[in-house]
């Protein structure tokens, strides 16, 4: 597949997911009583259906995609690590955590849960960077990916220490929402979280020269006048505060910041600006797609959002840790 190829085939396949989430579900509806329900018109329960229901779930589903796809992405370059993803590494269970505590602590505002998920998001990349340097390199990909699962670990453990006297509904609604789903969103949902990724992401993005620059290792980033400590400490801050909102969002939903890179560059994208783009891109359409098989998978019950994501992620990260090791 050629690159300009690559842009028409993820978006018209994105466009036709989000349609398909739209119009497929419990109550399937046509695409000609979709079109009547977004203009308000039509029978009243599809309009309900569509407008609060199905539409708002779909946007936030791509939302986190994107989010995720271009965390992932920022971080493998920085990193010089395929192997590096927000979920693997740790981050998204230590903006669990935190957003855990800011909602034991009764801060579960849009601005403030993402806030907390930040602060916790942060802490667990520093100490993943953390371990990996004193065990000999941050680029290993044995060491992040080691120090991921100890800090995945701790977060579990750490929520629930935070749950273990919530009410038995609370305890049921932050498990569910620990494995990630996008049901229950809501336009003020999707608000803030279009907010925090377009700033997020535009930051990325502007910060893609550097990234192509600390990709090549911190010998040829600094000859080239680009200070490797800072740059890269840029990149992981925002990168975590990409992922930690989508944790606030729609909880934990691993192994999209893995897979999707690979498979913007499977298509020869290598420069990261066009590839965070394309990340954005596949991201969305792959959790759009993951969050329709996990509500019509199974009917009347609900799939997991991050189950589903792992199933094609597990599989692919065995692939690639056999590849790379």
């Known amino acids: 597949m050629t690159r300009s190829g690559f842009w028409i085939v993820a978006a018209v396949i994105l466009v036709a997911l989000m349609v398909l989430g739209v119009s497929w579900g419990t109550v399937p509806l046509s695409l000609h009583a979709v079109v009547a329900a977004l203009a308000g018109h039509g029978d009243r329960n599809a309009v309900e259906i569509v407008r609060a229901l199905r539409l708002p779930r779909v946007a936030l589903a791509a939302l986190v995609g994107a989010g995720l796809g271009v965390s992932g992405a920022a971080l493998q370059g920085s990193l010089r690590n395929a192997l590096a993803e927000p979920y693997l590494l740790g981050v998204s269970g230590g903006a669990a955590v935190g957003a ?3 909602v034991a602590l009764g801060f579960s505002s849009a601005v403030a849960l993402p806030l907390f998920a930040f602060a916790g998001a942060a802490a667990a990349i520093a100490t993943a960077i953390l371990i990996a340097r004193a065990a000999g390199g941050r680029a290993d990909p044995r060491v992040l990916l080691m120090a991921g699962v100890i800090i995945g670990a701790f977060a579990n453990a750490a929520i629930m220490v ?7 509904n609370t305890m049921r609604s932050a498990l569910w929402w620990m494995m990630g789903s996008a049901a229950g969103a809501d336009w ?7 907010g925090y990724t377009v700033l997020a992401g535009g930051a990325l993005l502007w910060f893609a020269r550097d990234i192509d620059i600390l990709a090549l290792g911190d010998e040829s980033a600094t000859a080239l006048g680009v200070n490797a400590e800072r740059a890269g400490r840029r990149v992981f801050l925002v990168s975590s505060l990409l992922a930690a909102a989508t944790v606030a969002a729609a909880g934990l939903v691993g192994f999209v910041g893995l897979v999707v890179p690979h498979l913007v560059r499977a298509a020869g994208i290598r420069r990261h600006r066009p590839l965070l783009l394309g ?9 759009v797609l993951a969050d329709l098989v996990a509500r019509t998978a199974h009917p009347p019950a609900e799939l997991p959002l991050g189950a589903v994501t792992a199933l094609v992620g597990v599989p692919f990260f065995l692939v690639q840790l056999r590849r790379f090791s």
């Open 188 to 194: 003020p949902q999707v608000a803030w979280l279009a």
């Open 100 to 102: 855990v505590i800011g």
């Open 279 to 287: 990340a954005a891109l596949t991201g969305a359409a792959l959790v």
């Open 162 to 168: 935070v749950l273990s006297g919530a009410p038995a």
